[in-house]
């Protein structure tokens, strides 16, 4: 099996090279880029599995290049930034980051970060060839449809564009329709990880997601907050 494929958007040199070499001895197929443009050439050349993208780059906002991106496939965008206040974390989550690392930070942890990501795979699967199958995968919740085997999300019949980890959040608590979930149990189910300082990256998906499904017209069922808990899906 080929290895997964890794691109390195960082101008700083000392910084670019440290992620390449941590990553390349991870396993993984590495290439790089210093700026906004080379980053979209490449993309266009052959995409990767994953982007690590700087948010401070020479020539582009490291957000708007990752709207870029996101606008011409779905893989994983993981930021890296030196500005980890909240206005920055949710800017970029809204322009489709599938999450963040603050500069600076542990080699180990960012290998670990990207392992997590890549257990899921890039693309939707292939449809079952059997109706009966085909219809289970689908979870009707009044004027919501969730799809998990075309990973696609309707509202009164009508797609709404959502990313990958908004589709994992949502498929969450439609497969529990009630149940309240805690935070950290979607860090463990979406994110695969355990580290508290990622809640902040719920927090800001579920804001995404929700706004999304109210644009859509989606009135029910809704997306509801159980304060200092976490989140459930109620008609």
Excluded at 63 to 76: G, K, P, S
Excluded at 175 to 190: A, I
Aim: with cysteine; glycine share 6%; net charge negative.
């Amino acid at each position: 099996m080929p290895a997964q494929s890794v691109l390195v958007v960082e101008d700083t040199d000392e910084i670019r090279e440290l992620v390449t070499t941590v990553l390349r001895r991870a396993g993984f197929d590495v290439r790089e880029a210093a700026s906004g443009a080379a980053c979209l050439d490449e993309v266009r050349r052959d995409t990767p599995d994953l982007i690590v993208l700087d948010l401070g780059l020479p020539d582009a906002d490291g957000t708007e290049v990752c709207r870029q991106i996101r606008a011409e496939t779905q893989c994983y965008v993981l930021m890296l930034t030196a500005r980890a206040e909240e206005v920055d974390l949710l800017i970029g989550l809204a322009v489709g980051a599938d999450g963040y690392m603050a500069k600076p930070f542990s080699p180990r942890e960012l290998v670990a970060r990207v392992q997590a990501m890549l257990r899921f795979p890039r693309t939707p699967p292939a449809p079952v060839e059997s109706t009966a199958a085909a219809e289970e995968s689908v979870r009707r919740l009044a004027e919501l449809e969730v799809d998990e085997e075309t990973r696609e999300v309707r509202v009164d019949g009508s797609v709404v564009d959502l990313t990958r980890t908004e589709f994992d959040l949502l498929a969450a608590l439609a497969s529990r329709p009630g149940r309240v979930l805690q935070r950290e149990t979607l860090l463990r189910e979406v994110w695969q990880t355990d580290w508290e300082g990622n809640l902040r990256l719920v927090e800001a998906h579920m804001s995404n997601l929700r706004r999304k499904l109210v644009a859509a017209g989606l009135n029910s069922p809704e997306i509801r907050t159980v304060r200092g808990v976490g989140y459930r899906l109620v008609a």
